[in-house]
């Protein structure tokens, strides 16, 4: 059997103990789940409803919304007056974040498509994306070329099926048909390693952007905010490593506060509501977050990164 890396342990001199760990906890009953959580501290009016509840949501998913209540993260005992109805109410608000968030997503990404196909195709041909002279790194353009094959050739999408049977080359459908069934984190890749910039300009100002880094850096955290909701993990009050970046002057409105964590959700959020602005200045994203918050006043936005001042920004403004 594969037996587990082990943990290795510092010591004075730049010696190491090597220690082999294995993993012999058993699975748990909801009933024991529960009696744990009670041990820890964690108030639970009602155990039969706990129980339902952990049978449809497991332990280690809310335990994603209750260490923040954690008062060490070792023995995983809970603050004083750290209720099981309070977990709920942020997994439930996080839930309902994820889906008013994806839907937002999926405007951006299919506006940023139609964009690139739009600018990048009458100069450069219908299939510039296979093409190495037009790469700024010739390893991530294989790559990326191997991963876009890949999700192609998966594809279900009628008009791919259909150009198939009827085409044998290139190996790949034109531009307009191939941007449209690949990832998101695919079309950033290809468009951040795209050479010509006048061209990634112009697609950015499409979005209000000065400059094209600015797309390729929010493309780049945008993928990685999509994929967390995509996989129902946590997004509400979680530490982006993929930072977007913040121009402190952008031609439409904007932000005027930039003492917020730049990892955190509200960077993000601010980047949405930006980006959807150019797109359709009749989105309703402001009202529709300003709506959810409203139905969830035990949640503070200052655990999203939200500065106090925020709904006075000019970009929070209906």
Not at 95 to 101: E, G, I, R, S, V
Not at 117 to 129: A, I, L, S
Request: contains cysteine; charged residues 20%; glycine residues 2%.
């Amino acid at each position: 059997k594969p037996r587990p890396l082990p943990i290795r342990t510092a010591y004075p001199a730049g010696h190491f103990l090597y220690i082999d760990m294995r993993y012999i906890k058993q699975a748990m009953t909801l009933a024991q789940q529960i009696q744990i959580l009670q041990n820890r501290g964690l108030m639970i009016a009602d155990t039969n409803k706990a129980e339902r509840t952990l049978d449809v949501i497991s332990y280690f998913r809310l335990a994603d919304y209750w260490y923040h209540l954690e008062a060490n993260h070792c023995t995983h005992q809970f603050l004083p007056d750290s209720h099981f109805e309070e977990v709920l109410a942020y997994y439930y608000f996080d839930k309902d974040l994820k889906a008013l968030l994806f839907k937002a997503i999926q405007t951006i990404e299919v506006a940023v498509r139609s964009k690139v196909v739009k600018h990048f195709t009458p100069t450069c041909g219908p299939f510039w994306f296979m093409d190495a002279a037009r790469a700024v790194n010739q390893r991530r353009f294989q790559a990326n070329l191997y991963t876009i094959k890949k999700e192609v050739g998966r594809s279900k999408e009628r008009y791919i099926r259909e150009h198939f049977r009827k085409y044998t080359a290139p190996d790949l459908p034109p531009v307009w048909k191939t941007l449209e069934v690949i990832s998101l984190g695919a079309l950033s890749k290809l468009f951040n390693n795209f050479s010509e910039s006048q061209l990634k300009h112009n697609v950015a100002r499409e979005f209000g952007l000065n400059h094209h880094k600015f797309l390729s850096s929010w493309l780049e955290s945008l993928t990685s905010l999509r994929n967390h909701c995509a996989h129902h993990a946590r997004v509400w009050n979680r530490a982006y490593p993929l930072k977007p970046a913040m121009p402190r002057v952008m031609p439409n409105k904007w932000i005027t506060n930039f003492t917020f964590r730049d990892g955190s959700l509200y960077a993000q959020l601010s980047c949405i509501v930006y980006w959807l602005n150019a797109i359709d200045a009749n989105n309703t994203f402001v009202g529709d977050l300003k709506l959810l918050l409203l139905r969830n006043k035990s949640i503070d936005p200052v655990m999203m990164g939200f500065p106090s001042n925020w709904r006075q920004e000019p970009l929070w403004q209906l």
